[in-house]
Every structure is written in C-alpha cells, then in structure tokens.
Nanobody
Framework: QVQFVESGGGLVQPGGSLRLSCTVS????????MGWYRQAPGKQRELVAT?????????NYADSVKGRFTISRDNAKNTVYLQMNSLKPEDTAVYYC???????????WGQGTQVTVSS
C-alpha cells in the first residue's frame, strides 16, 4: 500500500514562494513518475507538474504554472518537491501528489497541503 504525505503549504502573499514536499512510503518510489496536483474550492483536481522516474530528467508543467513552478525528486528520501515562485491568488488550492506520468496511478490520496495566496 503506497501512502503519500504532503507538507509545506501555508499562507503567502502574492509574489511569494513556497516549497512543497511529498514523502512516499514503499521501496519502489524511484521507478515511478510522480505528479503534483491541486484542487481549488469548487473545481476539479488538476495536474500541475510531473517528473519522470529514475533520475527525473524529464518534467512537464501545466501552462498556468510554467516558468514559476519547479518539480524535483530525491529518491534517497522517497520525496518529491514542488518549488513555487511568483505565486498568484489563483494558485490557492489544496496540493496533492500521486504517482503516474499523466494521470494518478493510485486511487488513494494523502491529506494534501493547503496553499493560500492572499494579501
């Protein structure tokens, strides 16, 4: 059973930065592509960034975050990160991680971490 534990969210002013972390249980973390998703109130969950398995040499981003967010991974720590810069109020959402290249691989989700961008 794979479990996801997200952390690092908080309240930040527009233009600010946050770094999210997602630690994944299980010894096969390194083989999975990983993705960060977010869900704003009243909206569907959307995929914002993905990173390939292994060395994580390939990453992809939603147009809405391209150039502002950076996804990375540390296989030794079973952790995937999301560095978020130049945050905007529309980035306000609960952020989650899951395995998979373009859609979630596992049906179970972590508790997520709340990001609120507001002055």
């Amino acid at each position: 059973q794979v479990q996801f534990v997200e952390s690092g969210g908080g309240l930040v002013q527009p233009g600010g930065s946050l770094r999210l972390s997602c630690t994944v249980s299980g010894s096969i973390f390194s083989i999975y592509a990983m993705g960060w998703y977010r869900q704003a109130p009243g909206k569907q969950r959307e995929l914002v960034a993905t990173i390939s398995g292994g060395t994580g040499s390939v990453s992809n981003y939603a147009d809405s975050v391209k150039g502002r967010f950076t996804i990375s991974r540390d296989n030794a720590k079973n952790t995937v990160y999301l560095q978020m810069n130049s945050l905007k109020p529309e980035d306000t959402a609960v952020y989650y991680c899951n395995a998979g290249r373009s859609s979630p691989l596992f049906a179970s989700w972590g508790q997520g971490t709340q990001v609120t961008v507001s002055s």
